[in-house]
C-alpha cells in the first residue's frame, strides 16, 4: 500500500472504512447466533407451555349424561320393607260378677248433719261407698273393715272398730253406681279398743271425722260441740 495514501485526510478514511466492516462482521456474528438460540429454544417455550395448559380432556355433556341414564337405569329399584303388623292387644280381662272390689274401682265418702251441735245433740254421721267398676263387687263393710273413726287434734276420740268382739266381717254385694250407705249417731262419748264399764264424754270443742276402708280415705269432715 502506498504510504501517501495512508498520510493526511486519505489516511483517516482508510481507517473509518475498515472498523465499518469490522462493526458489519460483528453484527452479522450477533444476529447469527441470536437467530441459533432462539431457534433452540424456542421449542422447549412451546413445549413448557403445553405442558402447563395440557390436562385432562373436559368432560363431554353428552357423554356425561348418557353415563349418569345408564347408571340411573342400572341401579336396583329400592325394596320395600316389610310392614310389621302391629302387636295385638291382648284381650281385656273380664271380671267376674262377685268377685272381690278393687280398691281403685271404689269411692269411699262421709257427710255430717251439721257443723255445730248444741248441748245434748248427738252428731250424726253417714258413710257412703259406691262401686264404679263394670260389674258388680263384693267388698267387708264391717265396723273394723270400713271404719269411721273421730279424733281432736291427736287424740283419738272414738271409733266404731273400738269395743268390737268376734267376728265382724259383713261382706257387702256393690252394684255398679249404687251406694251402700251406713249411718252412726255419736253418743259424745270416748272409746277404747277394750270395752270398759263407764265411758267419759267428749269435751266441747272442734272435732274430725273420717271414714277408712283399707286404703281408702274419704274426705275430712269437721264439726263443733258446745
Same mark, same amino acid.
Given at each position: ?16 472504512? /475498515? ?7 460483528? !453484527?452479522?456474528?450477533? !444476529? ?5 438460540s432462539s $431457534?433452540? +429454544?424456542? &421449542? ?8 402447563? #395448559?395440557? $390436562? &385432562? %380432556?373436559?368432560?363431554? %355433556? ?23 303388623? %302391629? ?5 281385656? *280381662?273380664? *271380671? /267376674?260378677?262377685?268377685?272381690? @272390689? ?8 262421709? =257427710? ?12 250424726h254421721l ?7 267398676? =263394670? !260389674?258388680? @263387687?263384693? #267388698? ?10 273421730i279424733t281432736?287434734?291427736?287424740? /283419738?276420740?272414738? +271409733? #266404731?272398730?273400738? @269395743? !268390737? ?13 249404687? %251406694?251402700?250407705? /251406713? ?5 259424745? *262419748?270416748?272409746?277404747?279398743?277394750? @270395752?270398759?264399764? #263407764? ?5 266441747? $270443742? ?11 280415705? +274419704? ?8
Amino acid at each position: 500500500m502506498d504510504s501517501d495514501a495512508m498520510r493526511g485526510d486519505g489516511g483517516d478514511v482508510y481507517w473509518r472504512r /475498515r472498523m465499518s466492516v469490522l462493526v458489519g462482521v460483528l !453484527v452479522v456474528v450477533a !444476529v447469527v447466533a441470536w437467530a441459533c438460540s432462539s $431457534g433452540s +429454544s424456542g &421449542p422447549q417455550r412451546s413445549s413448557s407451555a403445553q405442558t402447563a #395448559t395440557s $390436562g &385432562p %380432556p373436559a368432560a363431554d %355433556p353428552l357423554l356425561a349424561g348418557l353415563r349418569t341414564l345408564a347408571l340411573g337405569t342400572a341401579s336396583p329399584s329400592p325394596t320395600p320393607s316389610p310392614t310389621k303388623n %302391629p302387636a295385638t292387644p291382648a284381650p281385656a *280381662k273380664v *271380671k /267376674r260378677p262377685g268377685a272381690p @272390689c278393687e280398691e281403685r274401682d271404689l269411692v269411699l265418702s262421709l =257427710q255430717g248433719r251439721q257443723e255445730v251441735y248444741g248441748a245434748g245433740a248427738m252428731p250424726h254421721l253417714m258413710a257412703t261407698l259406691v262401686n264404679t267398676g =263394670q !260389674v258388680m @263387687c263384693t #267388698t267387708d263393710v264391717g265396723p273394723r273393715a270400713m271404719e269411721i273413726r273421730i279424733t281432736s287434734g291427736e287424740d /283419738r276420740i272414738w +271409733s #266404731t272398730a273400738d @269395743c !268390737v268382739s268376734g267376728d265382724t266381717g259383713t261382706a257387702q254385694k256393690l252394684e255398679r253406681g249404687i %251406694p251402700f250407705v /251406713r249411718t252412726v249417731d255419736w253418743d259424745r *262419748k270416748r272409746s277404747r279398743t277394750e @270395752c270398759a264399764a #263407764t265411758r267419759p264424754n267428749a269435751l266441747p $270443742g272442734t272435732y274430725v271425722a273420717v271414714a277408712r276402708l283399707g286404703k281408702l280415705k +274419704s274426705p275430712l269432715v269437721v264439726f263443733h260441740l258446745r
